[in-house]
C-alpha cells in the first residue's frame, strides 16, 4: 500500500490540527515564549557589554502581538497569532556586522557638536568615522539554539496530541 501526501499551506495545517487537537495549539504556544525568552537569554549573555550595556539589557523575547510595529531581530512580523521573536535596541545590527569607514556631516549644512578626547565642546562641518570591526552574537548563537528550540516546540505539540488520544 503506498502513502499519498498532499501539501497544504500552513493555516490549512493549523486548522486541521486545531480541529483534531484544540490543545496543541496553547502548548505550542507556550513552547514558543519558552523558546523565544531562552534563545534571547543565550543571545544576552554573549552581546557586547560597551560602556553602558544598554543593547544588553534591551534584549527581550517575546510575542509579535505584545510589541506591534516593532519587528524582531534578524525577521520580519509573522501572520501567526502565537509568534515569537527576540527584540533588541536597533544598534544591534552595527554591533552584529560592524560598520565600513564613512563621512559624518551635519544636517543642512549645520556643524555637529561633540565632546572632543579632553572633555571640551568641539563643533566642526564634518567628522571621519573609522567604522568598526563586527563582533557577531546574534546569529551563531540562534544558528547553535535552532535544533534544541524547534525539538522543544514539536515535543510540545507532541505531547498535547498524545493526551488527547488517550495514551
Excluded at 510595529?69 to 535596541?89: E, F, I, L, M, R
Excluded at 546569529?139 to 539554539?145: D, E, L
Aim: net charge positive; charged share 25%.
Amino acid at each position: 500500500m503506498a502513502f499519498q501526501t498532499k501539501i497544504v499551506g500552513r493555516e490549512a495545517l493549523q486548522r486541521r490540527l486545531d480541529e483534531l487537537v484544540p490543545e496543541a495549539s496553547k502548548a505550542a504556544a507556550q513552547a514558543k515564549i519558552e523558546v523565544a525568552r531562552e534563545a534571547a537569554s543565550r543571545i544576552s549573555s554573549r552581546a557586547p557589554v560597551g560602556a553602558t550595556g544598554v543593547l544588553k539589557d534591551s534584549i527581550i523575547g517575546a510575542r509579535q502581538a505584545d510589541m506591534p510595529g516593532v519587528k524582531p531581530v534578524g525577521g520580519q512580523q509573522s501572520k501567526d497569532p502565537d509568534a515569537t521573536g527576540v527584540y533588541a535596541d536597533f544598534t544591534w545590527k552595527f554591533i552584529e556586522y560592524g560598520t565600513a569607514p564613512h563621512k559624518i556631516t551635519g544636517r543642512n549644512g549645520k556643524n555637529l557638536a561633540f565632546t572632543g578626547k579632553d572633555g571640551s565642546l568641539v563643533s566642526a562641518p564634518s567628522v571621519n568615522h573609522p567604522g568598526s570591526r563586527a563582533h557577531p552574537f546574534v546569529f551563531y548563537t540562534w544558528k547553535a539554539y535552532r535544533k534544541t528550540a524547534k525539538a522543544k516546540i514539536s515535543r510540545a505539540i507532541s505531547k498535547a496530541v498524545k493526551a488527547a488520544s488517550g495514551n
